[in-house]
């Protein structure tokens, strides 16, 4: 055989994820492991639109012709203001979609995601984020981006914690602090949820123990006092009671029970 230098040779599969960035990869481990792509999202991203689409190529998910038409003209369109914004520096402002499409992303990360790395996300130019965070006047644009995206999940967690109003203060008269105060607040409100399901979990598992120690003291029970388990279920079951019942009473499975009975 010819003998090869392994290192020539090119790698069998290529990672898709190579020229992802972090938070791409943090979006394409969350579909992998099962998370939905968020429609509003892939309509107002290109980076999340770009990540999505790599995903569905590898894992065999058709994607619509017509909705991909929409987003070119979308990419094309942030382009368009890229380009005006080189033209003229210093006279960039923030649109609507933009502060949109920032907002979205913010509440989607629960507030993992800088203020600075949202608005390059949404397509403002490099060179114009530290003059528009810190700009005023943004706190009504901030506020349609709120009402649009009330219905996400984890806008309408603080909404039903917090309420609406509260939601709605968090916009500032800065895109920075806007930006800022909403994901403190998503944090929050995240952390919350997350303390919520622990204490949840500690509950069902509290009362299943519960459960294991009534039925361990009702068998101990009836075995102490002498009587047979098998008899005594038959005794109930002729009493009228259920399966359920009498496994309660006598500390023995439904299934053992059953078997009882159907047997007598």
């Known amino acids: 055989m010819t003998e090869l230098d392994m290192n020539k040779l090119e790698p069998m599969f290529q990672d898709p994820t190579a020229l992802l960035g972090p938070m791409q990869k943090d979006w394409w481990n969350g579909w992998t492991a099962g998370r939905e792509i968020d429609p509003h999202i892939y309509n107002s991203l290109p980076s999340y639109k770009m990540a999505a689409d790599l995903w569905r190529e590898h894992n065999g998910k058709p994607t619509s012709r017509s909705r991909d038409k929409f987003l070119a003209l979308k990419r094309a369109e942030q382009d368009f203001y890229r380009a005006c914004a080189a033209e003229h520096v210093g006279r960039y402002r923030a649109s609507q979609s933009c502060v949109d499409a920032a907002v979205l992303l913010v509440i989607d990360a629960e507030g993992n995601v800088l203020p600075r790395v949202a608005l390059l996300e949404a397509g403002v130019p490099a060179d114009e984020v530290a003059r528009i965070t810190s700009k005023t006047g943004a706190r009504r644009k901030v506020k349609k981006a709120l009402q649009k995206h009330a219905q996400h999940q984890n806008a309408q967690r603080m909404i039903h914690t917090e309420g609406k109003r509260e939601y709605m203060r968090m916009a500032a008269d ?89 047997a007598a």
């Open 174 to 262: 800065t895109l920075s602090g806007s930006l800022e105060g909403i994901a403190v607040n998503m944090k929050t409100q995240a952390r919350l949820a997350r303390l919520e399901q622990s204490e949840a979990d500690h509950a069902r598992r509290i009362a299943e123990l519960e459960a294991r120690l009534a039925v361990m003291d009702a068998r101990h029970a009836v075995d102490d006092s002498g009587i047979d388990p098998r008899s005594e279920a038959l005794r109930l079951h002729a009493d009228g009671l259920g399966y359920k019942a009498i496994a309660g009473r006598i500390g023995r499975s439904q299934s053992t029970v059953r078997n009882w009975v159907k």
